[in-house]
């Protein structure tokens, strides 16, 4: 709550805003928590109780009361696609935390009524059918009910979309359509598309046939970008790297970005990645960046962060778990090591989007070619996205060149599917997070969103602290998971590292950027499975109220509504919250499963008495524990 009744003190070092009465986790070891913070001219000035705050409220000092809540460091989420998604957000409807099918229809059936004619419904995103109560996907038939005569495109996942009969016409889809490389158009009696497309393996068959949709012009691009960044605050985001990506062309689709650093109206900062989009040019498209512009250009608002995640097509696997793994084609090598060289030598870093671990080794290979040269290690800051198979001895490889790591929560989406490809010892480790950590490299955590995973980092934060995925299956075992204070960690100090900007962000101390957000519930304390549910109540960059709800509602800034008035974010808001009063049988769900997990223990110890047989490497709810051996 504002407070009043304060009497101003403080003529010089005042502070533009203090927040007390809060249980702050800084993040810093020299003085890990704290009850009060004042911020000036965008950077802590003090962190303490309230009483050392007395000396920083002047007659301009806003003063906040936390009302004993939890106060984290801004998050910063290490693969966000958060520039292509502000360009499209008011025109998805989302489906991320509705909880069943039947919802989700309703929903649809519903937009599609208020679609003008010549526009598309599209979910796109941030949910999987294992959230759902039906535990499916939607049928052709289904979409063909709730929307007859307007276009919907319904992805999943990196796997497949689906299509009604409207869309496919306004798609463009035929008998005659020929099949794309890498992709499937599943068709029926007479070579009709039935309106299922899957990626086999390859998604840019879903990608394309997305990009058929109707786009914004660019007044509504800032609008959507303004409200996407504001539904990113609502869950303490304050700061992100943006990973590029397909269809994200420099510089046209970076424009609304950079218009809105120069009016000052991001209200999450933004450290960018070049992606190269034409196979067959990147080493043009390269030389002619690094030529122009240098990494930590920009400011503490908007900056350029490197290259990739893709630095050439050939060199980049494919992560539709429901595929076979893709054999990468022989001698991409020469190409992508043209590429690496131009970038080391010209002071570049770099992210490389790797899934498994036979591109990992190839490219290390190549690395350890060019440190023979004294390219690795140099300084360049570099790192690999996604490693959900990575081995051990490619992570003392990873140590040894100076790299870095950044892992996203693609299985809390994906990992029932990983499971039944690879097994659930694999499933285990993937990616081996506790690894990683404990041959002290940078891990960041982020989401990947927001074609497969939800922009929700708390959901991120669950499956980093509990091993569920959204369908609350458990897969990852207590070796492979980490305590809450770590994965905030990896959403906030990892993430600063990851952009060089460890000395300025991602704890709470003098001098770093006052970025912090005041939380709806204690992320250290909160029962598991109430942690996905967390929003934040106050979001603050820079000293910047960006997000307000609950007490502190009216304290933010305005935005815009949101154009076009038809739009799904108009009418349905962003990501579904969800009513927590259930939570407490989901509590009472998870003691019976570790009930299970102790009688697994007595099957371990009948196992190794001889008195039941050996069987079952699978580790979930009444399996054994990959991290217990026999």
Same mark, same amino acid.
């Given at each position: 709550?504002?407070?009043?009744?304060?009497? %101003?003190?403080?003529?010089?070092?005042?502070?533009?805003?203090?927040?007390?009465?809060?249980?702050?986790?800084?993040?810093?070891?020299?003085?890990?928590?704290?009850?009060?913070?004042?911020?000036?001219?965008?950077?802590?000035?003090?962190?303490?109780?309230?009483?050392?705050?007395?000396?920083?409220?002047?007659?301009?000092?806003?003063?906040?009361?936390?009302?004993?809540?939890?106060?984290?460091?801004?998050?910063?989420?290490?693969?966000?696609?958060?520039?292509?998604?502000?360009?499209?957000?008011?025109?998805?409807?989302?489906?991320?935390?509705?909880? =069943?099918?039947?919802?989700?229809?309703?929903?649809?059936?519903?937009?599609?009524?208020?679609?003008?004619?010549?526009?598309?419904?599209?979910?796109?995103?941030?949910?999987?059918?294992?959230?759902?109560?039906?535990?499916?996907?939607?049928?052709?038939?289904?979409?063909?009910?709730?929307?007859?005569?307007?276009?919907?495109?319904?992805?999943?996942?990196?796997?497949?979309?689906?299509?009604?009969?409207?869309?496919?016409?306004?798609?463009?889809?035929?008998?005659?359509?020929?099949?794309?490389? !890498?992709?499937?158009?599943?068709?029926?009696?007479?070579?009709?598309?039935?309106?299922?497309?899957?990626?086999?393996?390859?998604?840019?068959?879903?990608?394309?046939?997305?990009?058929?949709?109707?786009?914004?012009?660019?007044?509504?691009?800032?609008?959507?970008?303004?409200?996407?960044?504001?539904?990113?605050?609502?869950?303490?985001?304050?700061?992100?790297?943006?990973?590029?990506?397909?269809?994200?062309?420099?510089?046209?689709?970076?424009?609304?970005?950079?218009?809105?650093?120069?009016?000052?109206?991001?209200?999450?900062?933004?450290?960018?990645?070049?992606?190269?989009?034409?196979?067959?040019?990147?080493?043009?498209?390269?030389?002619?960046?690094?030529?122009?512009?240098?990494?930590?250009?920009?400011?503490?608002?908007?900056?350029?962060?490197?290259?990739?995640?893709?630095?050439?097509?050939?060199?980049?696997?494919?992560?539709?778990?429901?595929?076979?793994?893709?054999?990468?084609?022989?001698?991409?090598?020469?190409?992508?090591?043209?590429?690496?060289?131009?970038?080391?030598?010209?002071?570049?870093?770099?992210?490389?989007?790797?899934?498994?671990?036979?591109?990992?080794?190839?490219?290390?290979?190549?690395?350890?070619?060019?440190?023979?040269?004294?390219?690795?290690? =140099?300084?360049?800051?570099?790192?690999?996205?996604?490693?959900?198979?990575?081995?051990?001895?490619?992570?003392?490889?990873?140590?040894?060149?100076?790299?870095?790591?950044?892992?996203?929560?693609?299985?809390?989406?994906? !990992?029932?599917?990983?499971?039944?490809?690879?097994?659930?010892?694999?499933?285990?480790?993937?990616?081996?997070?506790?690894?990683?950590?404990?041959?002290?490299?940078?891990?960041?955590?982020?989401?990947?969103?927001?074609?497969?995973?939800?922009?929700?980092?708390?959901?991120?934060?669950?499956?980093?602290?509990?091993?569920?995925?959204?369908?609350?299956?458990?897969?990852?075992? %207590?070796?492979?998971?980490?305590?809450?204070?770590?994965?905030?960690?990896?959403?906030?100090?990892?993430?600063?590292?990851?952009?060089?900007?460890?000395?300025?962000?991602?704890?709470?101390?003098?001098?770093?950027?006052?970025?912090?957000?005041?939380?709806?519930?204690?992320?250290?304390?909160?029962?598991?499975?109430?942690?996905?549910?967390?929003?934040?109540?106050?979001?603050?960059?820079? !000293?910047?109220?960006?997000?307000?709800?609950?007490?502190?509602?009216?304290?933010?800034?305005?935005?815009?509504?949101?154009?076009?008035?038809?739009?799904?974010?108009?009418?349905?808001?962003?990501?579904?919250?969800?009513?927590?009063?259930?939570?407490?049988?989901?509590?009472?769900?998870?003691?019976?499963?570790?009930?299970?997990?102790?009688?697994?223990?007595?099957?371990?110890?009948?196992?190794?008495?001889?008195?039941?047989?050996?069987?079952?490497?699978?580790?979930?709810?009444?399996?054994?524990?990959?991290?217990?051996?026999?």
């Amino acid at each position: 709550m504002p407070v009043g009744g304060l009497v %101003p003190r403080a003529t010089e070092n005042a502070a533009d805003l203090v927040v007390r009465n809060a249980k702050i986790h800084t993040g810093d070891p020299s003085r890990p928590a704290a009850q009060a913070i004042a911020v000036r001219d965008g950077r802590v000035l003090a962190v303490g109780d309230d009483h050392d705050m007395a000396g920083h409220v002047g007659p301009a000092t806003r003063v906040v009361d936390a009302l004993g809540r939890r106060m984290v460091p801004g998050l910063n989420d290490s693969h966000l696609h958060v520039i292509r998604g502000g360009l499209n957000y008011v025109l998805e409807l989302r489906w991320d935390g509705v909880p =069943s099918l039947r919802e989700g229809l309703s929903l649809l059936r519903e937009q599609a009524a208020r679609t003008p004619k010549g526009q598309w419904v599209r979910v796109v995103g941030g949910w999987s059918a294992e959230q759902f109560a039906e535990r499916r996907l939607p049928t052709v038939a289904e979409l063909n009910a709730a929307a007859p005569d307007t276009p919907v495109f319904v992805l999943h996942l990196y796997q497949s979309a689906v299509l009604n009969r409207a869309a496919l016409r306004a798609a463009g889809f035929t008998r005659d359509t020929p099949e794309p490389r !890498g992709g499937q158009i599943v068709r029926g009696r007479g070579g009709e598309p039935t309106g299922m497309l899957l990626a086999a393996p390859s998604a840019l068959i879903l990608y394309s046939t997305l990009a058929k949709a109707p786009v914004l012009d660019g007044e509504d691009k800032k609008a959507s970008t303004r409200h996407f960044l504001r539904e990113l605050n609502r869950f303490g985001l304050t700061s992100a790297i943006d990973a590029a990506g397909g269809f994200q062309n420099f510089p046209d689709n970076y424009a609304t970005v950079v218009d809105l650093a120069k009016a000052g109206q991001l209200s999450l900062r933004i450290a960018y990645h070049l992606f190269p989009q034409t196979a067959g040019q990147e080493i043009a498209d390269l030389t002619r960046w690094v030529e122009t512009a240098r990494p930590e250009d920009g400011d503490e608002w908007l900056r350029l962060n490197g290259a990739g995640e893709n630095l050439t097509w050939a060199a980049a696997d494919f992560e539709n778990f429901a595929q076979p793994r893709p054999e990468l084609a022989s001698g991409y090598e020469a190409e992508f090591e043209k590429a690496v060289r131009l970038l080391m030598e010209n002071g570049w870093g770099f992210r490389l989007h790797a899934t498994y671990d036979e591109t990992i080794r190839r490219d290390l290979a190549v690395f350890e070619r060019l440190a023979a040269e004294g390219l690795f290690p =140099s300084g360049n800051r570099w790192l690999f996205d996604h490693a959900e198979t990575v081995t051990e001895d490619s992570l003392d490889r990873i140590a040894a060149l100076g790299g870095a790591l950044s892992v996203q929560n693609r299985l809390s989406f994906q !990992g029932e599917a990983f499971a039944r490809r690879y097994g659930i010892g694999a499933a285990a480790a993937a990616p081996p997070i506790r690894a990683m950590l404990e041959r002290g490299l940078t891990v960041g955590a982020g989401t990947d969103a927001t074609r497969v995973s939800t922009y929700n980092p708390w959901v991120a934060l669950h499956w980093l602290v509990s091993g569920r995925t959204v369908g609350n299956v458990l897969v990852r075992p %207590p070796c492979n998971r980490v305590d809450r204070r770590t994965a905030l960690a990896m959403f906030t100090t990892a993430g600063a590292e990851l952009t060089g900007e460890q000395d300025v962000k991602g704890v709470l101390r003098p001098g770093y950027l006052g970025d912090f957000a005041v939380l709806s519930e204690d992320c250290l304390t909160v029962p598991e499975p109430v942690i996905p549910h967390i929003e934040s109540l106050l979001t603050v960059v820079g !000293g910047r109220i960006v997000y307000a709800a609950g007490e502190y509602e009216g304290l933010d800034e305005e935005l815009p509504p949101v154009t076009p008035a038809w739009s799904p974010v108009a009418h349905f808001g962003g990501y579904r919250s969800a009513d927590t009063a259930h939570l407490g049988g989901v509590r009472q769900a998870e003691l019976i499963g570790e009930a299970v997990g102790e009688a697994g223990e007595h099957l371990r110890w009948r196992v190794r008495r001889g008195l039941a047989p050996q069987g079952g490497d699978a580790y979930g709810d009444g399996f054994l524990d990959p991290c217990v051996s026999l």
